[in-house]
């Protein structure tokens, strides 16, 4: 059974960083063609697709806010990471980590709200 | 960046219409294309991948095709359970980008 988990703060203030984890179970990201991702949903921009990392270590950034994500992952732990850096009011949004399997998302976490706020 | 344009914004449905919402993409996506399902308050589950495969576990009256660039979702005698906001994603090149969104509502 694959399930999901995100976990992340809750509230910050403007310009400060932004730590999420995924903790999963029921496949493992060293797994050939494995591949986690972070998609974000806020009421004025709708789903939006951050960033995602393949069981090879490959990353892959949205250009829109490249410069201030980053990815990366824990296989022994089972767990997927993204930082956000310089977080602003407008990053205020329920964050989800998905299972990527081909071109779909087949398991999506239950999100965490996080609120940016001063 | 590839734009999926979703139509329509919201819709109204009784149980025994078929339920048809489409996505256009701004261009061709090899049918990199799925449709989720968001009830309020829960995460996006999906529905069908690769623009025609029925994913695991949802009912047969859910189907999507393709004609040209534009690709539909079709719910065939819908149930009150299937109410809720659907999302297409095409995920054929980077960013992957979704459509804004169907809100439908069964009567």
């Known amino acids: 059974q694959v399930t999901l988990k995100e976990s992340g703060p809750g509230i910050l203030q403007p310009s400060q960083t932004l730590s999420l984890t995924c903790s999963f179970s029921?496949?493992?990201?060293?797994?050939?063609?494995?591949?986690v991702g972070w998609i974000r949903q806020s009421s004025g921009k709708g789903l939006e697709w951050l960033a995602n990392?393949?069981?090879?270590?490959?990353?892959y950034y949205n250009p829109s806010l490249k410069n201030r994500l980053t990815i990366s992952k824990d296989t022994s732990n089972n767990q997927a990471f993204l930082k956000i850096t310089n977080m602003d009011t407008a990053d205020t949004a329920t964050y989800y980590c998905?299972?990527?399997?081909?071109?779909?998302?087949?398991?999506w976490g239950q999100g965490v709200m996080v609120t940016v706020s001063s | 960046d590839i734009q999926m344009t979703q139509s329509p914004a919201s819709l109204s449905a009784s149980l025994e219409e078929i339920v048809t919402i489409t996505c256009k993409a701004s261009q061709g996506i090899d049918d990199y294309l799925s449709w989720y399902q968001q009830k309020p308050g829960k995460s996006p589950q999906l529905l069908i991948y690769?623009?025609?495969s029925l994913a695991d576990g949802v009912p047969s009256r859910f189907s999507g095709s393709r004609s040209g660039t534009q690709y539909s979702l079709k719910i065939s005698r819908p149930q009150v359970d299937d109410s809720g906001i659907y999302y297409c994603l095409q995920s054929y090149s980077t960013p992957p980008t979704f459509g804004a969104g169907t809100k439908l509502e069964l009567k």
């Open positions: 998905a299972r990527r399997t081909g071109s779909s998302l087949d398991y």
């Open positions: 990392i393949w069981w090879n270590d490959d990353k």
């Open positions: 029921g496949f493992s990201l060293s797994t050939y063609g494995m591949c």
């Open positions: 690769d623009a025609t």
